[in-house]
């Protein structure tokens, strides 16, 4: 476990900070290992079908997930929340079918059926989680463990940008495996750079951060706004924001965003653009400069040098030449950093959130029954 920090005495700043670290961790032989034997199995299996399952912030790296199978590695993939799929199992989950399940815990409630159902169904079921010891480890066919160990803070931030790389790892060297060789090198040697550019990012925004809560903080609705793999960064930045500020924070696809809730867009409210390259790239920029004009503020979140990023309100720029599948893994970082602060200035709790009020102890043991974590004393 990390000592505290006197700067940041929250666990989760020191999380967010060694998150680069975890990630280096992924990229040693232990855990490579364990992504070349699942790998190895996988393609033996001549897979139809992956299925990317998580809870929470484990669904939403799901999304980023199924998109690296199916661009790196060619195999159909979908994502899933894990209780929907337990609750209405794709027809097509059985032989040939692989199922992914992320949680860092590996004690999520829901995922020993799902897995059981995948075993039933004669699918091969794979855990990705942190704990080697917890129940979804000990009942999947195979588990790829992460670096992370348990966690005091309740957020996600190292546990998800680690989860997510594994899967990555394993898209890439499944990828090799089914004749997908340059593809797999391009990302695999790029991917290999991420936990250093990673760094250099947190290093640098670290100071800037508090900045960007100023000029947000009066914001009554924040719109997270993407496509693609950062769809999860949608998710899982909108969350954050949610958790830290305690007002709404709405993830949108940028057509989702402009058929329907574009139309409730006032000047108190806030668009963060989150616009990594790709097909649906400048779809985003058009979106952000409409909501400008509408009278909203607008936070960029692009490639350096990205064009027209000057004519937004709020600009934060990414590390250029970045693959798309790979953004997630940088992209959700600023908003990591803002939540934090944001925490900080509202009074909330960065690392209990609101699970040391009395109330909410109520409820969860009322929605989390027989669980010890979730037990009031």
Wanted: net charge negative; charged share 20%.
């Amino acid at each position: 476990m990390f000592e505290r920090r006197t700067e940041h005495p929250y666990w989760l700043w020191e999380s967010i900070m060694r998150t680069p670290e975890m990630l280096e961790a992924c990229l040693e032989q232990p855990i490579q290992r364990q992504v070349d034997r699942v790998a190895d199995r996988i393609a033996s299996l001549a897979p139809r079908r992956v299925f990317c399952v998580g809870t929470g912030s484990s669904s939403y790296a799901s999304i980023a997930d199924a998109c690296a199978f199916e661009q790196l590695a060619g195999v159909p993939a979908s994502w899933h929340v894990t209780s929907e799929l337990g609750a209405y199992p794709p027809i097509d989950l059985g032989p040939g079918s692989v199922v992914i399940a992320s949680s860092h815990s590996g004690g999520t409630v829901g995922d020993l059926p799902v897995i059981e159902l995948a075993r039933q169904r004669g699918a091969y079921s794979v855990g990705i989680t942190d704990i080697p010891d917890s129940p979804l480890a000990q009942n999947v066919d195979d588990a790829i463990i992460g670096p992370g160990g348990p966690k005091a803070e309740l957020p996600a931030t190292r546990t998800y940008n680690a989860a997510i790389f594994r899967v990555l790892q394993l898209a890439v060297a499944l990828a090799k495996r089914l004749g997908h060789d340059d593809v797999a090198a391009r990302h695999e040697s790029r991917l290999a750079q991420v936990p250093g550019l990673l760094r250099t990012f947190l290093d640098d925004f670290a100071a800037k951060a508090p900045q960007y809560v100023q000029a947000l903080s009066d914001r009554s609705l924040y719109f997270l706004v993407s496509a693609g793999p950062n769809m999860c960064t949608a998710y899982e930045g909108a969350l954050g924001l949610l958790q830290a500020r305690g007002v709404g924070a709405q993830p949108y696809h940028v057509e989702e965003m402009l058929h329907g809730p574009i139309q409730a867009l006032t000047s108190k409210m806030c668009v963060v653009a989150i616009a990594a390259p790709g097909p649906l790239q400048q779809r985003i920029l058009k979106a952000a400069r409409a909501s400008r004009v509408i009278g909203a503020t607008v936070l960029t979140i692009a490639p350096a040098g990205t064009h027209p990023i000057e004519e937004d309100d709020l600009a934060i720029a990414m590390p250029a030449d970045i693959p798309e599948l790979l953004t997630p893994l940088l992209y959700i970082a600023p908003l990591w950093q803002i939540g934090y602060h944001f925490s900080l200035s509202t009074g909330h709790d960065p690392d209990n959130l609101s699970m040391r009020k009395d109330e909410f102890k109520d409820a969860f043991a009322l929605l989390m029954a027989g669980d010890p974590k979730f037990t009031k004393s």
